[in-house]
């Protein structure tokens, strides 16, 4: 009667071992590093406050100003260009700030949304998030934001 020997041969266990380095050395530290996903997030956010503050700037027939830092965004309210009353967001805070390791490539230059939801500005203007290969893109004309 023959027996059937059950087992892993040597190069069996040896491949094993250096997909497992390979997995290790490239991917593991990618899932510990959660910069691309703060940034992200930080991008959607400023987009959506944007979109929010033409939209309340429409809604309430006021000047809606957006005023940036380089790790942030405030939004404030006025009857003309020179707002001064801030502006709660949809999570009640008055002013948006980025997670650590996360900001603006430059500063944004601060404008208004005018009473039509026109922005202040006579062409395009594009904010870049720090890790976030995407710019927020905002049109002249129509304030449309992308």
Do not use: W
């Not at 001064?84 to 002013?95: E, F, I, K, Q, R």
């Amino acid at each position: 009667m023959l027996k059937r020997m059950v087992g892993f041969t040597l190069v069996e266990l040896v491949m094993t071992m250096v997909i497992i380095g390979i997995l290790g050395a490239v991917a593991v530290p990618r899932l510990f590093d959660n910069t691309i996903f703060q940034s992200r997030g930080f991008s959607d956010q400023v987009k959506a406050s944007v979109r929010f503050a033409q939209k309340v700037a429409i809604a309430q027939h006021r000047f809606v100003c957006l005023n940036f830092t380089a790790t942030g965004l405030t939004l404030s309210l006025g009857t003309t260009n020179a707002c001064g009353t801030p502006v709660s967001m949809s999570d009640g805070s008055a002013s948006l700030n980025a997670p650590s390791g996360v900001g603006f490539v430059s500063t944004p230059a601060n404008f208004n949304f005018d009473v039509l939801g026109r922005p202040s500005f006579a062409t395009a203007q594009s904010v870049s998030i720090t890790g976030s290969n995407a710019a927020i893109t905002i049109e002249a004309e129509t304030g449309y934001v992308h």
